[in-house]
T-cell receptor, first 115, second 114 residues
Framework: AQKITQTQPGMFVQEKEAVTLDCTYD???????LFWYKQPSSGEMIFLIY????DEQNATEGRYSLNFQKARKSANLVISASQLGDSAMYFC????????????WGAGTKLIIKP | GAGVSQSPSNKVTEKGKDVELRCDPI?????LYWYRQSLGQGLEFLIY????????KSGLPSDRFSAERTGGSVSTLTIQRTQQEDSAVYLC????????????FGEGSRLTVL
């Protein structure tokens, strides 16, 4: 079974609109962390936001927020007021305590912002 | 250095040749990770190091792949007798400690096996 599922292979969004990128995960651990990374066409992986499983509040970083719904095992990324520079691949990842600390990655969502 | 540095950025080689990919992590980062990313795909975990030790080598796709880290710093990923299916971007990342915080990635080494 997939540990990290990103159901949207691609999305088109109008500039300045908000966008939600879906991520669901599967784990039996009580303690885990969830990450979102952005990969522009240049190839580097850029860390965006982190949510710990025990964090009671949703993480926020500037225009990025993480809609964490623990019971549903959902960790969607919300980008407010999208910009052309947001066009990139977006990856959701999870770190479990018994996974030798490696990150488990989703397949990614390609986001294209239209002017 | 200021960030994770990888070299070469691009490598084209012939099938059957050996290649070495180098990763220089952020100074002071004890954990180092190697990932492989095929075109349009997510990241495939290869190996991680805590210091110079690699406790889990199960992610390496075959015995043609090996990695080492010396001095708790630079790591080398070696692929022997390269095959066309080895063509991918090889990404290195480091973090301050093994189970904490974000991973900082290099820009990757793009390997093309002809």
């Amino acid at each position: 079974a997939q540990k990290i599922t990103q159901t949207q292979p691609g999305m088109f969004v109008q500039e300045k609109e908000a966008v939600t990128l879906d991520c669901t995960y599967d784990t039996s651990d009580q303690s885990y962390g969830l990450f979102w990374y952005k990969q522009p066409s240049s190839g580097e992986m850029i860390f965006l936001i982190y949510q710990g499983s025990y964090d009671e509040q949703n993480a926020t970083e500037g225009r990025y927020s993480l809609n964490f719904q623990k019971a549903r095992k959902s960790a969607n990324l919300v980008i407010s007021a999208s910009q052309l520079g947001d066009s990139a691949m977006y990856f959701c990842a999870m770190r479990e305590t018994d996974s030798n600390y490696q990150l488990i990655w989703g397949a990614g969502t390609k986001l294209i912002i239209k002017p | 250095g200021a960030g994770v540095s990888q070299s070469p950025s691009n490598k084209v080689t012939e099938k059957g040749k050996d290649v070495e990919l180098r990763c220089d992590p952020i100074s002071g980062h004890t954990a180092l990770y190697w990932y492989r990313q095929s075109l349009g795909q997510g990241l495939e975990f290869l190996i991680y190091f805590q210091g110079n030790s690699a406790p889990d080598k199960s992610g390496l796709p075959s015995d043609r792949f090996s990695a080492e880290r010396t001095g708790g710093s630079v790591s080398t990923l070696t692929i022997q007798r390269t095959q066309q299916e080895d063509s991918a971007v090889y990404l290195c990342a480091s973090s301050l400690v093994l189970a904490g915080g974000e991973l900082f990635f290099g820009e990757g080494s793009r390997l093309t096996v002809l």
